[in-house]
């Protein structure tokens, strides 16, 4: 929960200011709130798996035009860290 906390914040900042900034900017902060709390979740839970990571790359990926270096970064490290589940899946021949 304290993880989370400033992401929260910011959302309800932002949403008790919404005449400051133009929708856009809006959906664009909340994507980086939803991409903050999934990884709160993914790092602090307890037995999470590797898929986990996918919740916080699919809002990630929203942000594609705005934090490109950003995005491909985390793509490609979030891919690596899936890399033993498609060893056994035998997805990667």
């Given at each position: 929960?304290?993880?989370i906390?400033?992401?929260?914040?910011?959302?309800?900042?932002?949403?008790?200011?919404?005449?400051?900034?133009?929708?856009?900017?809006?959906?664009?902060?909340?994507?980086?709130?939803?991409?903050?709390?999934?990884?709160?979740?993914?790092?602090?839970?307890?037995?999470?798996?590797?898929?986990?990571i996918?919740?916080?790359?699919a809002?990630?990926?929203?942000?594609?035009?705005?934090a490109?270096?950003?995005?491909?970064?985390?793509?490609?490290?979030?891919?690596?860290?899936?890399?033993?589940?498609?060893?056994?899946?035998?997805?990667?021949?």
């Amino acid at each position: 929960l304290v993880m989370i906390l400033p992401a929260c914040f910011m959302l309800y900042r932002v949403g008790q200011r919404n005449t400051q900034y133009s929708p856009k900017k809006n959906l664009e902060f909340l994507l980086w709130g939803s991409v903050s709390t999934s990884l709160s979740f993914f790092l602090a839970s307890f037995q999470v798996h590797e898929k986990g990571i996918l919740i916080s790359l699919a809002p990630l990926s929203l942000l594609a035009l705005d934090a490109n270096g950003f995005v491909i970064w985390f793509s490609t490290v979030a891919t690596w860290s899936l890399w033993p589940l498609l060893v056994i899946d035998r997805l990667c021949e």
